[in-house]
């Protein structure tokens, strides 16, 4: 049975679709099969695996807004264990034309029931808003990894979005859990993101994953030539912290498993947490003492 997680984060520019293509890739590649799902109508997921627009594609817009099965749509992302379904910029549309339909937030999750038994893991990309494509994505997952720049701006929406993960945990999906807040764009050259990464640990604790992603020029290039970062330059730090990444995440299934229980986080632990993260949101110092330079390679 699949796991199906969503990357999500209304604010943009966090590393969601470097996170879901780089993640897939590497879980495929420690021998998970894998499919990643691309619900944002920019596509990038799409493109930084290599497949360049083309309108006789068919796209996770025919799967939930015409009802044609995701297995139909899915196609080989050209790695091993690897499957994508696409996505094009008819997705704009679709997120008009789902108010009208029964079921609105759950076309998602019933089109992908089928997909559980074939895959071990499901990564669904998402768009930077808490639009109905967004919302379907976390009714059909499992649980949300959100990934989190490290820098000011970014910890004062954490509250923000945790407040919105719980109502949607009342009232869309009341088994949706946090799989992970990941730590992206991590300069250690610079005190402002040791001190985001560290007050993120203290607020959050093991809900923040070990692995954290650096800022790195090989994972800003390898979308460029179609190929995710392990396989465009596997000796870099990008490659090195999604491979880590990868292995955390199969862990933490493997000791859910073990347990017999799945990791779950208590609507009040959180609730507690995302108000100590918007009062503690101040105590981040806006000035950095470290002189800026290329990124590390």
């Not at 009714?139 to 490290?150: F, G, K, L, R, S």
């Not at 912290?241 to 990791?263: D, F, P």
Request: hydrophobic content about 40%.
């Amino acid at each position: 049975m699949a796991r199906v997680i969503a990357i999500a984060n209304q604010k943009g520019g966090v590393g969601k679709t470097t996170t879901a293509v780089n993640l897939g890739a590497s879980l495929a590649a420690s021998e998970k099969k894998t499919l990643i799902i691309d619900s944002d109508p920019q596509a990038n997921t799409t493109s930084s695996l290599g497949f360049a627009k083309d309108p006789s594609r068919r796209t996770l817009y025919q799967g939930i807004i015409l009802g044609e099965p995701l297995e139909r749509i899915a196609i080989d992302a050209q790695i091993d264990g690897l499957d994508l379904i696409p996505s094009d910029k008819n997705l704009v549309g679709a997120a008009v034309e789902l108010v009208s339909m029964d079921n609105r937030e759950y076309r998602l999750r019933e089109a992908t029931k089928s997909l559980r038994e074939k895959y071990e893991f499901i990564i669904i990309d998402c768009p930077p808003s808490l639009d109905l494509l967004t919302l379907n994505a976390l009714a059909a997952a499992d649980a949300v990894m959100v990934p989190i720049q490290c820098e000011y701006l970014a910890i004062e929406g954490v509250s923000e979005l945790l407040d919105t993960l719980m109502r949607l945990r009342r009232t869309i999906n009341p088994s949706l859990e946090i799989e992970g807040i990941l730590l992206t764009m991590y300069d250690d050259r610079t005190t402002l993101s040791k001190q985001v990464a560290a007050d993120l640990r203290s607020f959050f604790g093991d809900k923040v994953f070990e692995t954290v992603i650096p800022r790195n020029v090989r994972l800003a290039e390898a979308p460029s030539h179609g190929m995710p970062v392990i396989f465009y330059d596997i000796h870099s730090k990008g490659a090195e912290s999604y491979i880590q990444l990868a292995k955390e995440v199969v862990t933490n299934v493997q000791k859910r498993a073990g347990q017999g229980t799945e990791r779950t986080d208590s609507g009040a632990a959180t609730g507690a947490a995302a108000s100590a993260a918007s009062a503690g949101s101040g105590s981040i110092g806006s000035s950095d003492s470290s002189s800026s330079g290329p990124d590390s390679q």
